[in-house]
């Protein structure tokens, strides 16, 4: 799938709710040994409690990354343009079920991931809200439609590397933190995940 066959497609959407502030999150310190368990709402107040997530890159068979742009009602970041998929494990998840679980919860989709690599960030949003996470990162491939959970993605588009890299230079504001932190150590170290495959 590309983005004239997104085009194409009818809008299929989900808005099925799925994201709860009272959800419990995973608490660790920076070598990602559980703490602890904070509620999602608490866990981002302020300068924002050290919790798991994760952040997903799947991309088609041309190797154009699926881009996902952030509901209005996100309270952090809101229009932003991001990478396919990111969330959190919950209390007694496993990081594997989680991201299987998440991707199919916002896109409808089903996919191998691979891991990449994890790394520790802060981003302040404003005053009240950031982000702080220790970040699990996966890539995976997928030419199925996605089926858009409208609660969490306000658009959603294909783009090759090469674009990407020119619109983050060009208009940096427009993308989350997280995604511009791993897009950079993808692009250097892990090219193998955006290499056109041949369909046969």
């Not at 997104?6 to 559980?34: G, H, K, T």
């Not at 409808?108 to 520790?120: D, I, N, S, Y």
């Not at 005053?127 to 995976?140: P, R, S, T």
Request: proline share 5%.
């Amino acid at each position: 799938m590309d983005n004239q066959e997104l085009e194409r497609q009818e809008w299929r959407d989900s808005r099925e709710v799925v994201s709860f502030d009272d959800e419990p999150l995973i608490l660790v310190d920076s070598d990602d040994r559980e703490v602890g368990f904070l509620d999602k709402a608490a866990a981002h107040v302020g300068k924002g409690t050290l919790h798991r997530a994760f952040s997903l890159f799947v991309f088609n068979t041309k190797g154009e990354l699926l881009l996902q742009q952030r509901a209005p009602g996100k309270r952090l970041w809101p229009g932003f343009w991001s990478n396919t998929c990111c969330s959190h494990p919950r209390r007694g998840e496993t990081i594997d079920s989680a991201i299987h679980r998440r991707l199919r919860e916002e896109l409808g989709l089903a996919c191998p991931l691979e891991f990449l690599f994890k790394f520790e960030y802060q981003a302040q949003f404003d005053a009240e809200g950031a982000e702080h996470e220790l970040c699990w990162v996966y890539a995976g491939r997928s030419n199925d439609a996605p089926t858009v959970n409208v609660n969490e993605i306000s658009g959603l588009r294909y783009i090759a590397p090469d674009a990407l890299d020119a619109e983050m230079a060009a208009n940096p504001g427009a993308f989350t933190p997280w995604f511009k932190i791993e897009w950079a150590r993808i692009r250097r170290d892990h090219a193998h995940v955006f290499v056109p495959q041949s369909t046969g």
